[in-house]
């Protein structure tokens, strides 16, 4: 089942709406890394509000995700990890080092503008 | 419990045969003698009647068949029901007790002519009864301590409240010690309130937690993680330096921890976190 | 006192998907919080996955429990891949990268009350864990 991805802006919003097998979620993986290099997208979103559970392989990949993007120079931020979700993920163990988290789509926006923003005055 | 032999089962089913045959009489009196030991006062004369009937009628069937479910659910339900009446533990096993004297009593009546015949009828009578006894009690004992568990966790919830101070700042002041329990239950409230209040910042105060042990201290390093992927950072003030070696111990790097010393700096910290400029009122130059 | 199974045959990867709602929607009847509920479906997760990537085909086995006093959740992740040659170790070691021995099983008995794991190298692995509500 292919996660649709938007485009807003400079950036790219990909809305997960329901629970991904493996295979969708590492279709969306190269799906983002393709289109950030065609949109010369500088942002991504990925909004795993829908997601009821995120075990180990979910982890590993969006943080596989956040890294060959920021290799592809954008930043990535996900959004929407519930509560419930958060709190099985860090008792599992498990780290999303090196990725940026906001609480939902507005917040993710904003983190991006900010972070974006004062990249750009910085260059 | 061992098998009973086929002499034994014989003999119980005689005995049960008897206690149902004088079940309304033998009812009575243990209704009787419920009275005259002042149990179950919180109840009315008809409502410990009912459940006398209930419970003589549970009886004889577990004696009968030997199988506790039945009596294990029984017990549960009216526990569940007599508990909030006050009812004490000490009624419930007390009249557990004054039914298999009445009963004993009833067989002894019965067999007293052969003495031969009443020791294999108490042989048969006494673990059966002794064990619904244990079941019944340990029962209502359960289902007590599950009560006191469901308003201790509320208790909990009423004394950890998470503050909304500013817009995006989220002040949780933790005082008492903190159990495991009490430790997660923190951590879905924090992690629920950085939602509802759509936090960026929490600032989280421990002055008032006296000690930690490394079980709850490393719940903390992971609550502050945890509220991160919602977006937040956390900001632990009043972090003593028992904590801090507590901390330390259990190997957290205390330098990528947000610690400030007291509540007043980490709300200054947050709100240099979020941007608020907070200015001291220019003099104005027309003052008198 | 019903004590049914629910089976799922594990043989790919949208297999997990429904080991973990249906682990889900069993926790639910019983009542477990939705923190709990989701830390059981995580859990049921990991070993469904354990499954797929060690053994290729299991199954996971879902049932209720009850101890005097209280109700939970038995989860049963059966297979009969290659074995954990080093059960101790593997309890160990928590995730890895690579995932090349981390099987993250640590981090799963933290999820849940009960856990035990019976493993032999030729003859599969069985992972039972229990939660109460």
């Known amino acids: 089942m292919q996660v649709p991805i938007l485009k807003q802006r400079d950036y790219l919003i990909a809305s997960i709406q329901a629970a991904l097998t493996d295979a969708d979620l590492l279709q969306l993986r190269d799906a983002l890394v393709a289109q950030v290099g065609t949109f010369r997208s500088r942002g991504v979103i990925v909004d795993v509000t829908a997601l009821d559970v995120m075990d180990s392989f979910a982890v590993r990949t969006l943080r596989d995700l956040a890294h060959m993007i920021r290799l592809r120079g954008a930043e990535t931020v996900i959004v929407g990890i519930q509560p419930e979700v ?14 940026s988290t906001a609480l939902d789509l507005e917040e993710g926006l904003a983190f991006l503008d900010k972070k974006l923003k004062a990249g750009s005055r910085a260059s | 419990m061992q098998p009973l032999s086929e002499a034994s089962v014989a003999l119980l089913r005689e005995l049960v045969a008897h206690l149902r045959q004088s079940r309304t009489q033998l009812r009575e009196e243990w209704a009787r003698r419920i009275t005259e030991a002042q149990l179950l006062t919180a109840m009315s004369k008809d409502e410990i009647f009912a459940e006398a009937t209930a419970v003589y009628d ?63 009828v108490l042989d048969a009578y006494e673990p059966a009864a002794n064990r619904i006894a244990n079941t019944v009690a340990v029962s209502f004992v359960q289902e007590r301590e599950r009560v006191i568990r469901a308003q201790q966790e509320a208790i909990r919830e009423l004394s950890t409240p998470v503050l909304p101070v500013r817009e995006r700042l989220l002040i949780l002041p933790v005082i008492g010690t903190v159990d495991p329990l009490r430790a997660r239950q923190l951590t879905e409230q924090l992690l629920r309130g950085i939602r509802t209040n759509r936090a960026r910042v929490v600032v989280m105060d421990i002055t008032g937690v006296p000690a930690m042990d490394a079980t709850v201290a490393n719940h903390l390093v992971l609550t502050v993680e945890a509220a991160r992927l919602l977006g937040a950072t956390v900001i632990v003030t009043g972090l003593s330096p028992e904590l801090a070696q507590t901390l330390v111990n259990i190997g957290v790097d205390l330098s990528k921890m947000n610690t400030v010393g007291d509540l007043q700096g980490g709300i200054e910290e947050a709100e240099r976190l979020l941007g608020y400029k907070v200015s001291p009122l220019e003099e104005s130059p027309q003052q008198p | 006192m019903e004590n049914s199974e629910i089976r799922v045959h594990i043989d790919s990867d949208s297999d997990i998907v429904t080991a973990r709602q249906k682990g889900r929607e069993v926790a639910a009847q019983l009542g477990f919080t939705s923190t709990d509920l989701t830390l ?90 229990k939660k109460w509500k």
């Open chain 2, 58 to 120: 549970n009886y004889v069937d577990v004696l009968e068949t030997g199988s506790v479910e039945a009596l294990q659910a029984y017990a549960r339900n009216l526990s569940e029901r007599i508990i909030p009446r006050g009812v004490q533990t000490h009624e419930v096993v007390g009249i557990v007790l004054l039914l298999r004297d009445v009963l004993a009593r009833s067989l002894f009546a019965k067999y007293q002519a052969d003495f031969t015949k009443l020791n294999r």
């Open chain 1, 86 to 99: 958060a709190f099985a993920i860090v008792q599992l163990g498990l780290i999303l080092e090196g990725v």
């Open chain 3, 40 to 129: 059981i479906a995580t859990a049921i997760s990991e070993l469904a996955r354990n499954i797929l990537l060690y053994a290729h085909r299991g199954e996971i086995i879902l049932s209720t429990v009850e101890d005097s006093a209280r109700r939970g959740i038995r989860v049963v992740a059966r297979d009969d891949g290659p074995g954990i040659p080093d059960v101790e170790r593997a309890l160990q070691v928590g995730f890895s990268t690579s995932r090349s021995f981390g099987l993250g099983l640590s981090g799963v008995r933290r999820l849940v009350d009960e856990f035990k794991i019976v493993s032999e190298v030729g003859h599969g692995t069985t992972v039972s864990l």
